[in-house]
């Protein structure tokens, strides 16, 4: 996912989403608000050397923070990371996005059509964001300990932690 940085920026700034004019003799910028540690720390600097754009990189850690920095406006960001569900609906029904130039996304059509359609139900008609990276949740088990206390545990869902009766079943595991 750290990889998808450089192509996101750069069609960020193909797209015209970069707030603001800018004179000949300024410097190219873009400014980027992410969450920490989802790229890797030379991301930046290789995306510099070859496009000569800087990069501004600022990180939050809440989508809170940055859903008051878009809707309060002029935020000065170009790029940003909301996650979809709900900060990224309500920030596209609020009109914090320019929507973007799907022309100027040459790999637009490599995008995997279920993560576009994933993204649609924050961004209906996917024109103002890209899917950049999906996280799931897991629980790992003792197998051994959960067959030798529940036989039918119902591993695959989440009663495993939040059904009283089935968290009951593993207490002496140190389960409360």
Known sequence: MRSLL?????????CGICFGGARADD????????????IAPDTAEKFEKETGIKVRYDV??????LETKLLTGGSGYDVVYPSAFPFLKN????????????????????????????????????????PYMAVTDGI???????????????????????????VKKFSDCGVA
Request: proline letters at 6%; zero cysteines; charged letters at 20%.
């Open 140 to 166: 790992g088990y003792n197998v051994a300990a959960i067959k030798q206390r529940m036989p039918d545990a119902p591993t695959d869902s989440f009663a495993m932690v939040f059904d009283v009766d089935v």
């Open 6 to 14: 450089i192509p996101i920026l750069s069609a960020a700034l193909a």
């Open 60 to 65: 939050y850690d809440g989508n809170e923070v």
């Open 27 to 38: 410097e190219k910028v873009v400014n980027v608000y992410n969450w920490s540690d989802y």
């Open 91 to 130: 920030q596209v029904k609020a009109g914090a996005f320019l929507p973007l130039d799907g022309s100027k996304l040459s790999n637009h059509s490599k995008i995997d059509p279920q993560a576009l359609s994933l993204i649609a139900g924050a961004d209906p008609q996917n024109l103002h964001a890209v």
